[in-house]
């Protein structure tokens, strides 16, 4: 998903400090900025906190998010936002919690997360198909992504 925000934050940024491949960045201070950036998550920390569930980060909460009842299906409009920001709050989870586990940002703005094993995950799919559908739950993401 293409995300025009971070391509403006990119933009300013350049692309001096990237090496030969596109997802890495070197630059620890670069990739701090951009995974606060990817966890803020808004609408979603809004949405869970109106039902009564503060995020904290953690794997539980994804648990207890994929309990949620799925009320943000009742608006067309808001449902691919809200998506968007459940698999970006899966992608800030394993992030956080997984060893080796970082942020890539594709050039054309399309973060995912890579696992030390190099396995790639489309956190921000996960999320949509999860809004969408309540598969795959985000938890059982997590799961997948905690034993590679």
């Known amino acids: 998903m293409n995300i025009p925000f971070?391509?403006?934050w990119l933009r300013r940024h350049g692309d001096e400090r990237?090496?030969?491949?596109?997802?890495?960045?070197?630059?620890?201070?670069?990739?701090?900025?951009?995974?606060?950036?990817?966890?803020e998550c808004e609408l979603l920390r809004v949405r869970a906190e109106r039902l009564g569930l503060v995020l904290d980060d953690s794997p539980e909460s994804l648990a207890a998010l994929d309990q949620l009842p799925p009320r943000w299906r009742d608006d067309p409009e808001e449902l691919p936002w809200l998506g968007n920001d459940a698999g970006?709050?899966?992608?800030?989870?394993?992030?956080?919690?997984?060893?080796?586990?970082?942020?890539?940002?594709?050039?054309?703005?399309?973060?995912?997360?890579?696992?030390?094993?190099?396995?790639?995950?489309?956190?921000?799919?996960?999320?949509?198909?999860?809004a969408v559908n309540g598969a795959p739950e985000l938890s059982q993401v997590y799961a997948e992504a905690a034993e590679a």
């Open 6 to 8: 971070l391509d403006n």
């Open 88 to 130: 970006l709050y899966l992608g800030t989870v394993i992030v956080r919690t997984v060893p080796g586990a970082s942020w890539h940002i594709w050039p054309a703005g399309h973060p995912v997360v890579r696992l030390a094993s190099g396995r790639e995950i489309g956190v921000v799919e996960a999320g949509l198909e999860w």
């Open 18 to 39: 990237r090496t030969g491949d596109p997802a890495a960045d070197t630059d620890p201070e670069r990739a701090a900025a951009i995974a606060e950036l990817l966890s």
